[in-house]
């Protein structure tokens, strides 16, 4: 098994290669911050604790292969970021007046679009952005035994991390 490495080292790592290739990212995440990041050729398993709603710290790790469970969510649809026009907005809108097909259709064109870069939306004239779809489950562990063996080994890091880094604030929770 993969050691994890903290948070504040993985997490800038997945987004250099979001940024250089947008394309092909997939998510699954829960309420309890289990995280999957997916690209067309690699896997991440994190478990993020919320700081603020601007900072986390955590612990992660590149899962070394690949298996059934996460081929199967490499086929929904494509993650991203993806800027929207005023157009784009009434289109929304509108089309959520229109009954479920036209929603369907409105979005479906919208995740179409080829997703941008960090740096490419930094440069772009559009105040709008859509960002996702992110998947949700209750838990990542009942996924996969392997999954939920790596979830059990993240959650400790992440609390040993943060107890390390936050011992005040670690403290207020128990």
Known sequence: MTDPEPAEEIVPRILKQYSERPRGWHIMNTPRGEVLVLSSDSAFQLKLIPLNPREFTGAGVELPESNDIVDSIRTSPEFGLRPLSEADLQGIANSMSGGDESAR??????????????????????????????????????????????????????????????????????
């Open 105 to 174: 259709q409105e979005v479906g064109e919208i995740l179409s679009r080829t997703p941008l870069s960090l740096e490419d939306l930094s440069t772009n004239e559009s105040s709008h952005i859509l960002r996702g779809p992110v998947l949700s489950r209750p838990d990542l562990g009942s996924l996969s035994p392997e999954i939920l063996k790596m979830q059990m080994a993240l959650d400790r890091s992440a609390n040993k991390t943060f107890r390390k880094r936050y011992p005040m604030r670690a403290g207020m929770y128990g």
